[in-house]
C-alpha cells in the first residue's frame, strides 16, 4: 500500500471546529474592549471641553462660556490669532461633533455672559460604539448615565 500524504477531511474538520470556538471566545471580549476604549475616549473628549470653556472663558470673559463647538476650535495656523469665532482650544475632530464612535454637543449655553454650559457626548449606536452616555457642566465634573441623554439633568452618576 501507498503512504497517505496530506490530512484527512475529519482532521481538516477538527481543526476548523476548534478556531471557531476560540473566535467565537475571543470577538465578544475584542467588542467589550471597543467599547470600553471609544468610552475612555469620550470621557478625555469631555474633560477636553471642560478645560476649553474654562480656557475661553477666561480669555473672553465679556462672552462668557463658547456657545458651540466651533468657536472653541477655528483653523490656527500660520500665526492666526484666535478669536472669538476659532479660539483655537480643541482639535477639528472634536469641533465636527464625532469622535471615537461618540456624538459631542455643547447645549445650554445661556446668559451675557454666558455662565452656564452643558457638555454632552452620546454613542452613535448604543451598546455597539458605547454603553453610557457622559455629561458635564460648569463644575466640570464628569457625570454617565447608561440612557442616552438629551441633557445634563444632573441626575446622572459622577464618575470616580
Not at 20 to 30: E, G
Not at 57 to 78: E, I, M
Not at 127 to 138: I, K, L, P, Q, Y
Amino acid at each position: 500500500m501507498k503512504k497517505q500524504k496530506g490530512f484527512s477531511l475529519i482532521e481538516l474538520l477538527i481543526v476548523v471546529a476548534i478556531i471557531l470556538i476560540i473566535a467565537a471566545i475571543a470577538i465578544p471580549n475584542l467588542l467589550r474592549a471597543r467599547i470600553a476604549a471609544n468610552e475612555s475616549s469620550a470621557v478625555a473628549s469631555i474633560r477636553t471641553l471642560n478645560t476649553a470653556q474654562i480656557s475661553y472663558n477666561s480669555a473672553y470673559p465679556t462672552v462668557g462660556f463658547a456657545a458651540t463647538l466651533g468657536n472653541l476650535a477655528g483653523t490656527c495656523t500660520g500665526g492666526t490669532i484666535p478669536t472669538t469665532a476659532g479660539a483655537c482650544l480643541i482639535d477639528t475632530q472634536l469641533a465636527l461633533g464625532t469622535k471615537s464612535g461618540y456624538s459631542f454637543q455643547l447645549v445650554g449655553v445661556s446668559g451675557t455672559p454666558a455662565s452656564t454650559y452643558q457638555a454632552i457626548g452620546n454613542p452613535i449606536t448604543q451598546n455597539t460604539t458605547g454603553v453610557r452616555s457622559f455629561c458635564s457642566v460648569a463644575d466640570a465634573v464628569v457625570r454617565y448615565d447608561t440612557a442616552t441623554l438629551a441633557a445634563c439633568a444632573g441626575t446622572e452618576t459622577p464618575l470616580q
